[in-house]
């Protein structure tokens, strides 16, 4: 805008250029040189408004030529308005009147002679949320002489809101005194259109290129980054700001940077779309770059590969794994119908090697072609329900091979399924277990027979007898076990050797399976012990009784012959116990401690026989069984005490004493020896229970030994033989007499003459062992063992004592006459002293004293009593018997 007039008398007047059409910002650059020029002009008009005003004093023709070039100045103002699209206004400010071109009214939209005439007017052309800005910056204008410029909205009748520029601005006196306000108004409604369809455009390809779910870059075309939307600042790791204007490469190794620029170059170059895969280390990932040329250079997508990269690999793995794997790997088409059978439709290399069928010759088939075996078939059809329940099953099946050749594998099935209810395909894993079977049936076969015999071992005995137990309690057969034991094995182990003793092992084994039938069960428990289960034999008590008795008959005399070992003959007699069962029992383990018994009674009658079990028997082992739990209670709480039997010579006088063991039950009262000591002996608790005896007569002794006139005594305790073979017997004899102190000959030890049935030298040096101690040794109950007189002359003894069943009948039987007078003779003839126990009358006291018996014992003299009772007594001895101090 340009002023051309500022006279006092005529309102101000305006030049406003305005393009007649929208331009775009580029065709306005166009027309910038004739806005200069036409601005130029209107500077020039400008001059001569002021020359004008400057001669207003000429004359009234220089007016009137100079009105006439003002009139052709407006006309070509007019002209310029409407060329540009500009109209003019003007606003006096004292009178409000206002004064506007053509082309402002018709901007606005003004009837022809349509003006408007003041400034509320002008304000109610502008569309309501505009009406408040525009009289506000009119006021300030006119009061300040503040100018605006704004982009605003005009009502235009029959067309609705328009887009307008609004300028304006004060025009003031020579004073300073602001006279009018004079604008100009542009239609800007096609720039401001198109301003907002660029603005949509801008914001719809943002919007796209935001919303790509891939990286996206544009490069120029030296490969620098122009653009990157959101994706690709994350899949790059890095911000747009620190990759605008980098190179592509820039940040990664040489290889990688060299494959890039090449790629991307030859797209730049050929005008073509380059694609390539490649790893990126530094990002630690594989991308897919995808470029695409275009006139400013490339756009290129990104795409993360890593995972399909990744599944690539595996499956190529895979299928190199499947293809060389050791396992067996078929695939099967499942059936489309509920009868079909599947299909092979892949096998691998281990199947062809394995069963020998190509796979040409098994794809299509169905796997039946692999299990025309009976037992293979069952177990396919039980896989076959198991799948259709869980989808997965697992088996062992025995297969064949094309050549007929059969082997073991375990069978592992999955189903691939295309949803929750189709399955497509069936995959089969199947690992040659062939070894393994063949070591397990091994492993059994040890774990269930015995190696040496090759018959059952007691698991498989136990098994079959739990069976047949059932059995028969549904049945009501009857049936037995046999249990036999081999009689003096032993002898023929340590004589011969082991290799003979299971050479004869292993006949027995034969004999006794082809003894009885087929159906019954020969088995060896261990050592020289059998067990024969024989059961079926009737549902009739008697008749089942009396095959029992046939067959152990028959038993028990085939394994009376001779056995021919190594070149020689060998008898081996059996004693055989045998316990019936009915499906009464359900124990299997009391049937065979029943037969147990049974077989120790046969040896108990002097082996070589039979035994049936007696309920009778059983009683009085379980009687043992409950003492000898008892017994261990007894010696834990300490119920034994010793009681002593005074023994004495001819002249009377008491020389010593014999400790007996007496249990004190706390219910049953005292308990004698002859009701415990073999069940302790059984059990082994003879061991501490004879090292508490002989502890307690050590003590007593040492308490003795202070007392003038017991100082001589001596005590007798008797030496089981479980002791007596006990390693460190000695070693424990010994340590009782150190730790209390006592004279050694004044403890005498009665040994058994069981000791001198075998192990010989082994009881000869331990006896010279406690000879050298200096401990008195007795032979026990002599006459009614072992003793021999080859043997009794080289034993260290002292003294030699006549079993009181001798003694009882000496005086009315003339054979325990003529033996106890045989022993008396050769203990003097041995240099041994005699004593004889069990004197009840003077009568036995006389004659043996007669015969030359030293010592006597019994109840003739005193019974056995509690030490304090033997105290009393020996400080008052009864009239026949005195204590020499």
């Known amino acids: 805008m340009l002023p051309l007039s500022s006279s006092a008398e005529k309102a101000p007047t305006w030049l406003g250029l305005l393009d007649a059409e929208p331009r775009s910002p580029s065709e306005l650059v166009e027309l910038l040189p004739g806005l200069q020029a036409l601005a130029t002009h209107a500077e020039h008009l400008q001059e001569l408004v002021r020359h004008q005003q400057q001669s207003a004093h000429l004359t009234q023709g220089r007016e009137e030529r100079l009105g006439k070039a003002l009139h052709e100045s407006e006309s070509r103002l007019n002209l310029t308005e409407h060329t540009v699209g500009v109209g003019s206004w003007s606003v006096n400010i004292s009178t409000g009147q206002i004064q506007h071109s053509d082309e402002y009214g018709s901007i606005l939209g003004l009837e022809p002679g349509e003006t408007v005439d003041d400034l509320a007017a002008m304000v109610q052309r502008y569309t309501p949320e505009w009406r408040t800005g525009i009289s506000q910056r009119l006021e300030r ?19 609705g809101p328009k887009w307008v520029r609004t300028v304006g601005d004060a025009v003031r006196d020579a004073d300073g005194q602001i006279l009018r306000i004079q604008g100009a108004v542009q239609d800007i409604s096609a720039q401001k259109q198109a301003q907002q369809e660029t603005l949509r455009l801008a914001m719809r390809l943002t919007t796209t290129l935001a919303s790509i779910t891939e990286a996206f870059v544009t490069l120029d075309r030296q490969c620098c980054f122009t653009y990157l939307n959101q994706e690709s600042e994350r899949l790059l790791q890095k911000t747009t700001a620190e990759l605008l204007g980098q190179e592509v490469w820039h940040d990664f190794n040489t290889g990688l940077a060299q494959r890039l620029r090449a790629q991307l170059g030859l797209a730049l170059k050929t005008n073509r779309r380059v694609e390539l895969e490649d790893f990126f280390p530094s990002l630690g990932k594989w991308l897919e770059v995808r470029a695409y040329p275009f006139a400013e250079g490339l756009a290129v997508y990104f795409r993360d590969v890593t995972e399909r990269r990744r599944s690539q690999e595996q499956l190529m793995l895979l299928e190199t794994s499947v293809a060389r794997l050791n396992d067996i790997v078929a695939i099967a088409e499942a059936g489309s119908g509920p009868d079909d059978e599947p299909r092979m439709v892949f096998v691998n290399d281990a199947f062809e090697k394995q069963t020998g069928y190509s796979r040409a010759e098994v794809l299509g088939q169905t796997p039946r072609i692999l299990l025309e075996l009976d037992p293979a078939l069952f177990k396919l059809l039980e896989l076959a329900k198991v799948l259709k329940e869980s989808r997965q099953a697992r088996t062992e099946l025995m297969v064949h091979r094309k050549n007929g050749a059969s082997f073991w594998i375990e069978l592992e099935v999955v189903s691939v399924q295309a949803s929750a209810e189709e399955v497509t395909h069936w995959v089969a894993v199947g690992r040659d277990i062939t070894q393994r079977k063949n070591a397990e049936d091994m492993i059994r076969h040890l774990a269930f027979y015995d190696p040496l015999t090759d018959l059952p071992n007691r698991q498989l005995l136990l098994d079959r007898l739990q069976k047949a137990l059932s059995q028969s309690s549904r049945t009501g057969q009857h049936g037995a076990l046999m249990f036999i034991d081999l009689d003096n094995f032993k002898i023929l182990n ?10 004869l092992l292993q006949q027995v084994a034969q004999r006794l399976t082809k003894s009885v039938r087929k159906t019954d069960t020969v088995a060896r428990l261990g050592g020289d012990e059998f067990v024969v289960m024989v ?17 152990s008959e028959k038993v028990l005399n085939m394994l009376r012959e001779p056995f021919q070992i190594a070149g020689h003959q060998h008898f081996a007699t059996p004693s055989m116990g045998v316990a019936a069962f009915n499906g009464d029992q359900s124990d299997v383990g009391e049937l065979l401690k029943q037969a147990d018994l049974a077989m120790y009674q046969a040896k108990g009658l002097g082996r070589n026989t039979l035994c049936y079990f007696d309920p009778d028997m059983q009683a009085t082992v379980s009687a043992n069984a409950a003492v000898g739990a008892a017994l261990r209670v007894g010696l834990r709480e300490k119920q034994f005490v010793v009681h002593y039997q005074p023994q004495v010579d001819r002249q009377g006088v008491i020389t010593g004493v014999e400790a007996l063991v007496r249990w004190q039950h706390p219910e049953k009262g005292l308990i004698k020896p002859a009701d415990f000591i073999p069940i302790a002996e059984d059990t082994g608790l003879i061991l501490p229970l004879g090292m508490w005896v002989l502890e307690t007569a050590c003590e007593q002794l040492a308490s003795w030994a202070d007392r003038q006139q017991t100082a001589n005594l001596s005590i007798a305790v008797n030496v089981s033989v479980y002791q007596f073979r006990h390693p460190n017997f000695v070693d424990m004899v010994m340590a009782a007499i150190k730790r209390t102190g006592i004279r050694p000959h004044r403890l005498k030890l009665e040994l058994t003459e069981s000791l001198l049935a ?28 072992y003793s021999s007189l080859s043997c009794l002359k080289r034993l260290p003894l002292d003294q030699l004592k006549i079993d009181k069943g001798f003694v009882a009948d000496v005086l009315t ?3 325990d006459a003529a033996i106890s007078r045989a022993i008396i003779a050769l203990a003097q003839s041995l240099s041994l002293q005699v004593v004889a126990e069990g004197v009840e009358t003077h009568e036995q006291r006389d004659f043996l004293a007669y015969q030359g018996c030293d010592q006597f014992q019994g109840h003739l003299f005193a019974p056995a009593l509690p030490i304090e009772t033997l105290d009393a007594f020996l400080r008052n001895p009864s009239s026949d018997m005195m204590l020499v101090v």
């Open 141 to 159: 204008c006119a009061q300040s002489g503040e100018a605006f410029d704004e982009e605003i909205q005009v009502l235009v009748p029959g067309m």
């Open 813 to 815: 039987d003339p054979n």
């Open 535 to 551: 059961d079926d034999l009737s549902t009739d008590p008697d008749a089942a009784a009396s095959k029992l008795r046939a067959l």
């Open 494 to 503: 340590d004589t011969l050797g082991h290799h003979i003793g299971d050479q």
């Open 758 to 785: 075998d192990r010989m030298e082994i009881t000869i040096q331990k006896m010279g062992m406690l000879k050298d101690l200096g401990v008195t040794l007795s032979l026990d109950d002599f006459g009614v063992g």
